[in-house]
């Protein structure tokens, strides 16, 4: 085997950050062992905001590693891999993520409804990708699998079965009191 060859890996995600509009974290989760501490993650997340927050490429190299970025109003989404690692890759965990977290947010993504609903956005991210490993490319399988909550869908969007059971739900704690 050539030296300059490297053997496919599922480990294909090295982070995913979400970085407010001043570059501080709101969400990081760091799969490899690039940055083990976590003054580390800070000084390259800062790094990494000064190296994109006035770009418009979607892809750089950083520190030996490859990121994919995306910005929308006030927030910054990262996915980050090894040099070796094929952009597309990385460019499908980015819009799994940006998707998933734009109809958890119903395409209200700013940083104040994200930190509302930050405990959902981890759960998707969760899914998304697991120890590095990249588990989920579909954005809504992904909204599926952390389930918002119906009562908290707009009457609207919730199907005939939704609103039933929640009028039974309703009904049934009113007797209940």
């Not at 990081?28 to 000084?43: I, L, N, S």
């Not at 090894?82 to 952009?87: D, G, L, W």
């Not at 947010?105 to 759960?123: F, G, S, Y």
């Amino acid at each position: 085997m050539e030296s300059g060859l490297m053997e496919p890996t599922l480990y294909s995600v090295e982070a995913i950050a979400i970085l407010d509009n001043d570059g501080n974290r709101i969400l990081a989760k760091y799969y490899g062992k690039t940055f083990p501490t976590a003054k580390e993650q800070k000084a390259f997340e800062k790094n990494l905001y000064k190296k994109t927050h006035r770009a418009n490429a979607e892809v750089i190299m950083l520190d030996g590693l490859t990121v994919v970025y995306r910005s929308n109003v006030d927030l910054f989404f990262y996915v980050m891999g090894s040099c070796h690692e094929n952009e597309l890759i990385l460019g499908s965990v980015l819009n799994c993520l940006y998707d998933a977290v734009n109809q958890i947010l119903r395409k209200n993504v700013e940083k104040r409804t994200l930190l509302e609903n930050l405990d959902v956005i981890l759960l998707a991210v969760d899914e998304i990708c697991d120890g590095g490993i990249v588990l989920e490319a579909d954005s809504t399988s992904v909204v599926q699998r952390v389930a918002v909550r119906s009562d908290d869908i707009p009457l609207g969007e919730q199907t005939v079965a939704q609103v039933l059971q929640s009028a039974k739900e309703q009904l049934k704690w009113s007797l209940l009191k």
